[in-house]
């Protein structure tokens, strides 16, 4: 990361695209019937939806970069938080919509942890770590649910 600006930029689009494949997810499941599974993605949307609102309000005066969709740095070909979109099968189960979601909150730590750890500007690296503490949260809370799940035990989805 070159930027503040890029920095926020790439966490802005991150989370844009978390609550866009969630959503989608979660609309997948509703029109198969799958509605333990929707409300699962659609929890998860609206965790990403305050994420993203976060993300923004911090960018608060900055003129934050403009990228085209090919000048964003992922690790791989889609943005970190991106979940699996072979979640949108019909026959997903519980376990497996967590694990899937837990695998993106992960990724999304893990984005962050790196360039916190290789960048050399103080600033990015202290926004790195605040995201990274925001995504270790996440994947605690999604370990809690799997947790919850195993023991038979109802998830706050489940209200």
Not at 10 to 31: K, N, S, Y
Not at 76 to 97: C, F, H, K, T
Not at 126 to 138: G, L, N, T
């Amino acid at each position: 990361m070159d930027s503040v600006e890029e920095f926020l930029a790439h966490a802005i689009q991150i989370e844009q695209e978390a609550v866009l494949r969630f959503g989608q997810l979660a609309d997948a499941m509703f029109a198969q019937g799958n509605k333990e599974v929707g409300r699962l993605f659609r929890q998860l949307a609206h965790y990403s939806q305050l994420h993203l609102a976060d993300a923004r309000e911090r960018s608060g005066y900055r003129q934050l970069s403009t990228l085209a969709s090919d000048e964003f740095r992922w690790p791989d070909i889609e943005s970190p938080e991106a979940a699996a979109i072979w979640a949108a099968d019909p026959m997903l189960g519980r376990e497996q919509a967590l694990e899937i979601a837990l695998a993106a909150e992960q990724a999304g730590l893990s984005y962050y942890s790196d360039i916190m750890r290789s960048t050399a500007d103080p600033e990015i690296r202290a926004f790195a770590k605040e995201f990274s503490e925001e995504e270790a949260q996440h994947v605690a809370e999604l370990q809690r649910w799997i947790a919850l799940h195993r023991a038979g035990k109802p998830l706050p989805t489940d209200a």
